[in-house]
């Protein structure tokens, strides 16, 4: 009998300890992994955020770049992280959505090895051609390639990335067939884009942004939600006619398994606040990234749903990177 009252002391000792621990945090630095070297979307964005939530949490928040392996060594880092919430990493779709399901040896399972925090930004992918390829919308293209069955080529900037599963869902919902044509990155893809060597391919919107504004390539469709801010008159692919098409990379912050719901909560309450202030939204966007806030109670199922959308567009095409 007196078994459960100790029971319910020890509960109420490990709870009161629990609301202690998050009344006090932090107390330290907290260490933001980037999984990636410096200068990328993740590891700019990461930085800005970074400042901001160290103005908030009056403490400092610092980035590290822990770079290699294609991202698994940054990803080994968090999960072998203790969960107090001094270690976080700042990935995304690239990282946390397409490695898992691309490489048959990725090592962990995402919905038991991260807690996710918050979303902290999204870019589209923008449809650009050649400025001699005689289409100027995206029923025109359409019409275009169903035309030329396997004639036309698309550029990627590599088997996996959002630039290639963005061609791969487009010829799934619109029947049409083109060529992969994998580059190591956006520069050589769009130069290539220009010189008429490949027709098309689904950009990374901040990459391409510049070349665009110049009229060196022509762009047909935005694959966001809504339109870009930095490209206002090019419509979105479903306001061109293509039901359900919208592509878009995204950059979140999680943290290793096990974190205390109230650590989670703080940290994403002080992301979101963050995301809020009008100087942190001008440094995205002066880079061509829009500031998106989910916390963790929308970023959690955001995050299972990509990696099942995604899986079905990878199966159905059959891709795969080799180990």
């Given at each position: 009998m007196r ?8 509960l109420?000792?490990t ?8 009344a006090?945090?932090?107390d ?24 901001g939530m ?13 770079a290699?392996a294609q991202?698994?060594?940054?990803m080994r880092?968090?999960?072998?992280a203790k ?13 946390q959505?397409?490695?898992p ?5 990725f090592?962990f399972?995402?919905?038991?090895a ?6 902290i930004?999204e870019?589209s ?13 995206l029923?025109?293209l ?9 004639q ?7 088997v ?9 869902f ?6 049409v067939?083109?060529v992969?044509v ?5 520069p ?10 490949v ?9 391409s942004?510049?070349l ?48 205390p719901?109230d650590?989670r ?10 995301l809020?202030?009008?100087a ?8 061509n990234?829009e500031?998106?806030?989910?916390g963790?109670?929308e970023f959690?199922?955001f ?8 899986k079905?567009?990878?199966?159905k ?7």
């Amino acid at each position: 009998m007196r078994l459960l009252p100790r029971i319910a002391v020890a509960l109420a000792m490990t709870l009161a300890a629990s609301q202690s621990f998050a009344a006090t945090f932090p107390d330290r630095t907290i260490r933001v992994i980037v999984a990636f070297g410096p200068g990328g979307v993740s590891d700019l964005v990461a930085r800005i955020v970074a400042d901001g939530m160290s103005a908030r949490l009056h403490q400092p928040v610092i980035v590290e770049n822990h770079a290699g392996a294609q991202g698994l060594i940054g990803m080994r880092d968090l999960v072998g992280a203790k969960p107090d919430g001094y270690t976080i990493l700042a990935g995304g779709f690239g990282g946390q959505i397409l490695a898992p399901l691309l490489k048959p040896d990725f090592p962990f399972d995402i919905k038991t090895a991260v807690t996710p925090i918050a979303q902290i930004s999204e870019f589209s992918n923008v449809l650009v051609v050649n400025n001699q390829l005689p289409v100027n919308t995206l029923q025109e293209l359409i019409a275009y390639a169903k035309a030329r069955p396997g004639q036309l080529n698309f550029a990627s900037e590599g088997v996996g990335t959002s630039s290639h599963l963005a061609a791969e869902f487009f010829m799934e919902k619109t029947g049409v067939k083109m060529v992969h044509v994998p580059y190591k990155g956006s520069p050589p893809a769009l130069n290539d884009i220009r010189g008429g060597v490949v027709q098309l391919t689904f950009a990374n919107l901040p990459a391409s942004v510049g070349l665009i504004k110049s009229g060196m390539i022509k762009p047909i469709v935005v694959t966001g939600a809504q339109r870009s801010e930095v490209l206002p008159n090019v419509p979105t692919a479903v306001e061109s006619g293509l039901p359900g098409f919208t592509v878009s990379s995204w950059n979140g912050v999680y943290g290793p398994a096990g974190l205390p719901k109230d650590i989670r909560d703080k940290l994403s309450d002080t992301i979101m606040a963050t995301l809020k202030d009008p100087a942190v939204q001008e440094r995205m966007r002066k880079i061509n990234i829009e500031p998106v806030g989910k916390g963790a109670d929308e970023f959690t199922p955001f995050t299972y749903a990509e990696l099942a959308r995604w899986k079905e567009v990878i199966d159905k095409a059959g891709i795969k990177i080799a180990k």
